[in-house]
Structure formats: C-alpha cells, structure tokens
C-alpha cells in the first residue's frame, strides 16, 4: 500500500509543531487521522531498516540523552504498528538518546497505516535529505538510491527535495571518489569542499592530499591548487613556496611590534577591536609610527 494521505498529513502535523518548538500536538486532528500518542515500551520498536543515516554523533546523542532525562520527550517519534511490535518512521536519534539513557518507555505517535518497503525507504530519504540530518556521503547514497527506486532524472528528483540539480549532481559526484575519501568526508574530517577538488584523481593521489587537508589545515583553495597540479602533472605543496610563506619570518617581530589583538596570516595581517576605544588608539598608533 502506498504512502497513504494520513500519514502525510500527520507528519506535516508533527513537523509543524517542531517548527513550533510545541509539545502539545493535536490529539484530535491526530484521532481524526488514524493515530494517537502513546507512551510505548522501547524494546518493542524496531529501526527503520531503509534508515539512510549511517554515522551518529555520539557526543550529541549523549547531550540529547542527557536532556531527555532531565526535561522528557517533547517531540514524539512517529511509528506504525508491525507485527507484535512497532516500526519507527521517524525519530531515530530520539530512540537512541532513549536506549543510551536507558529509560523503558518513549513517547510515540502511534499512525494505524499500512507503508510498503519502497515508501518506507522513500519516506527515510526524504526526511533526513529535508531536516539535513545527513553527511554528504550519506547524502550522496540518498539520491542515488531515491533514483535507482523510482527511476526518476536529476531534475525531477530535485522537484521531490526541493534541492537544486546541480547540488543533487555535485553531491553524487562524491560517490567516484575513493572509500577512503569517502570515509574522510564522513567522519567531518575533510569538507564537502574538499571532496570536490579530488574527483577525477587516482586513489592514491586522493590520499596523498587528503592527508595534507588533514595535517597541514589546507584550505580548499589550497588543496584545489595540490588537486590541480596533479591533473596537470605539475604536483605541488601550497604551503611551501616562498611567496605562502611570505610573513613567516617577520611573526616574532611583528608580534612584538604590535599592541593589539591580531593573527598574522600568510601574505596579511588581520587586527581586531574590541570598542572604539581600541580602534582610538589603533589611530594614535599610527600617528607615531
């Protein structure tokens, strides 16, 4: 049975009262619907096996775990009844901060509609691509899977998530990357940005400047121009030409030279104000010198 009308409508509902930052969602619109609020026991409820969100902040979960304890459940998971138990729609992180804080029951909206798996795998992709609960990796499997299940364009999977088709085909473009590439990206240690210069590079190559992003901080300027030299069989480091490194040797003298609070960079040097007071003897400063 397809994605029907009621459970549409309720998870607008419940995203509504998200938005809100409202516990009290409507018990009436949701009866009229097919559904109700239930404190539910947390062993009963399975995870959505299309679940796309493969890697979860186990700090954050823990500040969620954390605040669950003290204030309780304000927003609700969603679930559908499955067997002798319940599926979860939508909440997954909620039942992880659950099952960690080791608390027996959660609140649920309980939705009596029937969902097959191809709308169950749709409905997991659209929730995490919309809230943005995905890292670029995960993103990027996202809308492949969403194209491969419907067999729908770029342009038309773009109408669906209200994404451009340009970010929709520049996020898939990660998944020719290396795994471990891939892997860097999400593990936050490298940026979408950085991601993007590798394409087109071999896998060792990839690592190579990946781990220059990683030891060195490049910026994706820098890497693009390591990226660049590569592809034009001219490989160079950005942080060691002369002209990057133009201040280096004046820091120590800088730094003694200048009263303010201020970071010296590689061809500039950023001075910051704390008042107008600060920015009054900046000038006086400069009258002397």
Known sequence: ??????????????????EKDLSDIDSF????????????PVEQISPNPFQPRKHFDE????????????????????????????????????LRAHKLAKLDTIKAIVADVEIDDIRMRELALIENIQRENLNAIELAHSYAELIEVHKITHDELSSIVHKSRSQITN???????????????????????HAKVLVGLDDARQKVIIDSIVGQKLSVRDAEKMAKGYKE???????????????????????????????????SVEISFSDEKDIEYFLAFLKKV
Do not use: C, N, W
Request: aromatic share 4%.
């Open 29 to 40: 619109e949701l009866e009229a619907q097919g559904a109700h609020v239930e404190e539910l």
């Open 59 to 94: 700090a954050a979960l823990k500040e969620l775990s954390q605040s669950i304890k003290k204030h309780g459940l304000l927003q609700p998971i969603v679930v559908i009844p499955k067997g002798d138990g319940y599926l979860l729609v939508a909440g997954e992180r909620r």
């Open 233 to 267: 069989g001219k490989p160079t480091s950005p942080k060691t030409s002369g002209e990057e490194k133009l201040l280096e040797k004046y820091r120590e003298k800088i730094s003694r030279s200048l009263p303010f609070k201020h970071k010296i960079k590689a061809k």
């Open 171 to 193: 996020t898939m473009r990660l998944l020719t990357l290396s795994a471990y590439a891939q892997k860097q990206v999400a593990q936050g240690k490298i940026s979408q940005g």
């Open 1 to 18: 049975m397809a994605l029907g009308r009621g459970l549409g409508e309720i998870l607008s509902e419940v995203e509504e009262a998200y």
